[in-house]
């Protein structure tokens, strides 16, 4: 079928767009319009809007949609065949010929063209009262003044005349009424024939001419561009079902053709308003056209694409975990995608993951903590598959701030804070080490789990445990005790944190722990310039480390030894040592043992005593044992005749006593204090000057023998008795002296 395409959208959006199709074969008027209304809307009408898209390139005459109406005179030409009103016309010039009956005697045609739109908005007067008129009709009766009977004798009175030409418009008035105004005839001369049966032909020029209806003539359809509702329901992976509104004419349509275009194309023919359509591929996009078909001609296609439903991923699985991240993977669906989303909840937020590849590590998770990952295929940014979901766990952080008490000889503990995130328990494996290199990483045989951190298994730096050397305790606990542990023994102690109910274990963190040795009873046997200590020990040692210091002088000493005695020598005398033993187990030590002990004091050396009526200066020199020490020296001065004593201590090697007798004789003792001790004293006498006093005797001799009291001998012997009785009581303890003293005459 050779039809034109004239695709035109009017200016208005109340107009439906129309398509105009020239048809070329040929028809009377009357078959044209049954053809045009059956494969189309009806004949064309020609309006002042589409009358340029029509009249283009017209290559013969057509028959148009106007056809005359002989039963009403003056309305011949006044409604389309599809009941629109004549709003435009375009006459060949001296057309169309008017019937003969003539229309007006006096009355002068409109001066200026009317408009078509003028002219189709005149509306029939009101003063025609007559229904059974046209309007138009009743209007020019109006005009003429005259009545219908009027009329028709008057169009009596034109039959067979004929006058002169008018000047014609190229834009004619709707009525082609005389245009001339000097004209005084009554009837109007017209060049052709008048048909009575004429419908209007559309000339090539684009001007109109009126034909005779039956004969045939190329025609020209319209129809106005069909757009329809159409819908896509009930899509899955592989199908879909389109639904579409009726197309316009629905008897006359034959069937819809339905085109669907994707990664491969299917057509269906359906009579019916929709289409199942199968066998298409997940996650793809597809247009789809329905084309009514109306007497073998596609109408104007209803479009919808849709994409089909992305299949769900497979065998989704998680790789990995750490503690902040997790590696998913799966495998690639059937048909098509854009990209796969990840979602998650995290920290109550949910989050979304593009991942372009079948693999994908989702990064800033929280340790420890379970996670749904949901996995779909997306195409068009939203359009999501069957979602796949898998659960996990990230691992739990390590332990913060892992300390070890280490104070005691037979208990182990522990302690840290939690790990950042979540974890539900804690485990720790504890085992004694050789060697503190041994404590550098941590193993537990059969736990292929931890291997991925380290392929140290053999070597001295890890310490590898046994399941039984393992043990779980509960989340809130944040240290650990473990008593009855040898002592002086290193232990490699690792904690772990655990989630997933304990069955997901952290990285461990290791720590070096260790029991004192045990401390050493010690003894210390002192002499003069020597001490000998000796201890005993109730545990594990390699050797002691001994140490001697003392304050009276700079003095220390270490020793490091196996044995379990040690006897220092060359030691000063009287002095204070402070010996102290460590013992040592590798590298660990114990709480020191300290004890201290005084050497045996020496004598001190030359004292002597300088002396005045009341006070004692005595001085004295170190022993030589304890030359260069600083010690204590206590100094005793004791008076036998008066029974006191004046006893002081000194650091320094000179003391005074004051408040001492005159003329007494003291005894002073001076002697090197050491603690308890004191050493032999070094004695001085020691004199106070005397504060003399003479005591005269006088005594009176009588005797039975005369003379007797006379004699010299008598006299001595007398002498002699006083001063042994004098010397019986005050013997050298004070000063005293006895003489005979003057008298007036008798001096001895
Ligand atoms: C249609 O009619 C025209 C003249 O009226 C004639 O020239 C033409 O050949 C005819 N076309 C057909 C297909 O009969
Ligand atoms: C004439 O027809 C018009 C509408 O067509 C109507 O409104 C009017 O009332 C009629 N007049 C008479 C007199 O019937
Ligand atoms: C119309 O004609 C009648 C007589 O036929 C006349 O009386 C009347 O005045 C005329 N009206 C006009 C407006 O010419
Ligand atoms: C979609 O499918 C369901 C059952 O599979 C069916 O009941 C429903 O009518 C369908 N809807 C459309 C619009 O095809
Ligand atoms: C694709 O997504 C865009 C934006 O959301 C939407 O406008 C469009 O209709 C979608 N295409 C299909 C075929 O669903
Ligand atoms: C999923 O895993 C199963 C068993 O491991 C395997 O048989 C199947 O082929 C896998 N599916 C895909 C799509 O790889
Ligand atoms: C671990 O050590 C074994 C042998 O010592 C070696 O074969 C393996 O490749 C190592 N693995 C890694 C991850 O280094
Ligand atoms: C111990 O670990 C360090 C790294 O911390 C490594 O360099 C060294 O080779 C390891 N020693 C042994 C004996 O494996
Ligand atoms: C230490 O030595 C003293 C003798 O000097 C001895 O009596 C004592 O038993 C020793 N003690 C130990 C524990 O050897
Ligand atoms: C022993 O002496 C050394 C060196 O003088 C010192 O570092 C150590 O602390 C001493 N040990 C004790 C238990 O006083
Ligand atoms: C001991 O001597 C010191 C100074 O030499 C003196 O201050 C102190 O009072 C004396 N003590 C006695 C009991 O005399
Ligand atoms: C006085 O003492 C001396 C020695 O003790 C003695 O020899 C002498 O006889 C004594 N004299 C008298 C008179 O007793």
Not at 45 to 65: E, F, K, M, P
Not at 318 to 323: E, G, M, P, R
Not at 468 to 473: I, N, P, S
Request: hydrophobic share 30%.
């Amino acid at each position: 079928m050779n039809t034109l395409w004239l695709p035109l959208l009017l200016g208005s959006v109340i107009w439906a767009e129309e398509q105009y199709f020239p048809q070329s074969f040929n028809a009377s008027w009357e078959n044209g319009s049954l053809y045009c209304r059956s494969c189309f809307k009806d004949l064309t009408t020609i309006t002042s809007r589409n009358v340029h898209l029509i009249a283009q390139n017209l290559s013969s005459d057509y028959w148009v949609g106007l056809r005359s109406n002989s039963s009403i005179l003056m309305g011949e030409w006044s409604k389309w065949s599809n009941g629109d009103p004549v709003t435009y016309q375009n006459w060949y010039p001296g057309h169309p010929v008017p019937s003969p009956i003539c229309s007006s005697t006096t009355q002068s045609p409109p001066s200026t063209p009317m408009t078509s739109t003028q002219a189709s908005t005149v509306t029939s007067a009101s003063v025609s009262s007559k229904n059974d008129t046209c309007p138009i009709l009743s209007e020019m009766l109006l005009c003429l003044n005259m009545t219908c009977g009027d009329l028709e004798t008057s169009i009596g009175m034109c039959k067979g005349t004929s006058t002169v030409t008018p000047k014609t418009t190229t834009y004619s008035t709707t009525f082609n009424a005389p245009t001339t105004t000097e004209s005084t005839s009554n009837c109007k001369p017209y060049s052709g024939q008048y048909i009575r049966d004429a419908c209007v032909v559309l000339l090539s020029s684009g001007m109109w001419k009126e034909r005779d209806c039956n004969i045939s003539l190329p025609f020209i359809c319209y129809e106005e561009r069909f757009f329809g509702q159409i819908n896509i329901s009930n899509v899955t992976t592989s199908t879909g079902n389109v639904s579409w509104s009726e197309g316009p004419g629905a008897k006359n349509i034959s069937h819809y053709r339905v085109e669907v275009t994707g990664d491969k194309t299917q057509t269906f023919i359906q009579t019916e308003l929709f289409q199942y359509i199968e066998t298409l591929t997940a996650g793809t996009l597809y247009k789809v056209q329905v084309f009514p078909v109306k007497c073998d001609r596609d109408l104007n296609p209803q479009n919808i694409s849709f994409y089909t439903l992305p299949s769900g991923v497979q065998n989704l699985t998680v790789l990995s975990v750490t503690n902040v991240s997790a590696n998913l993977n799966w495998s690639k669906p059937d048909g098509n995608h854009d990209f796969y989303s990840v979602t998650f909840i995290n920290a109550s937020n949910t989050k979304e993951h593009k991942c372009n590849n079948e693999g994908c590590t989702i990064t800033d998770l929280i340790p420890g903590t379970e996670y749904e990952f949901t996995v779909k295929a997306v195409v068009n940014e939203t359009i999501g598959g069957v979602p796949s979901n898998i659960s996990d766990y990230t691992k739990p952080s390590t332990v913060r701030n892992l300390r070890s008490a280490d104070n005691d000889s037979t208990v182990i503990m522990v302690f840290w804070d939690p790990p950042t995130g979540n974890h539900s328990g804690y485990r720790y494996c504890l085992k004694e080490v050789n060697n503190s290199l041994e404590c550098t990483y941590c193993n537990i045989a059969s736990d292929s789990s931890n291997t991925a951190n380290n392929n140290n298994t053999n070597s001295s730096n890890t310490t590898t445990f046994s399941v039984t050397d393992c043990e779980t305790v509960d989340g809130t606990e944040t240290f650990i005790k473990k008593a009855n542990k040898s002592d002086g023994s290193m232990f490699c102690l690792c904690v772990a944190a655990l989630t997933k109910s304990n069955n997901l274990s952290g990285e461990m963190v290791p720590i070096l722990s260790y029991t004192k040795p045990k401390t050493v009873t010690l003894f210390l046997n002192p002499s003069s310039q020597t001490i000998f200590a000796n201890w005993t020990v109730k545990g594990k040692y390699e050797k002691f480390e001994v140490n001697i210091t003392t304050d009276a002088y700079s003095y220390s000493l270490q020793i490091i030894t196996a044995n379990l005695n040690y006897s220092f020598n060359n030691l000063k005398a009287g002095v204070s040592y402070i010996v102290s033993v460590v013992t040592l187990n590798g590298k660990l030590r114990s709480n020191p043992a300290y004890e201290s002990e005084f050497t045996r004091p020496a004598k001190p050396r030359g004292v002597k005593a300088t002396t005045t009526k009341t006070t004692i200066q005595v001085s004295w020199e170190a022993p030589t044992e304890s030359e260069g020490a600083s010690i204590k020296y206590t100094v005793k001065c004791y008076t036998a005749f008066w029974k006191k004593s004046h006893e002081n201590q000194t650091a320094y090697r000179s003391i005074r006593f004051t408040g001492l007798n005159p003329g007494t004789k003291y005894e002073c003792n001076v002697s090197v204090v050491a603690g308890n001790l004191e050493s032999l004293p070094e004695t001085v006498h020691a004199k106070t000057e005397p504060e003399k006093r003479t005591l005269v005797l006088t005594m009176l001799c009588s005797s039975k023998n005369s003379l007797h009291c006379g004699k010299i001998e008598t006299r001595f012997e007398l002498f002699e008795k006083l001063k042994n009785i004098t010397y019986e009581k005050f013997q050298d303890l004070i000063h005293w002296n006895m003489s005979w003293a003057k008298t007036g005459n008798n001096i001895l």
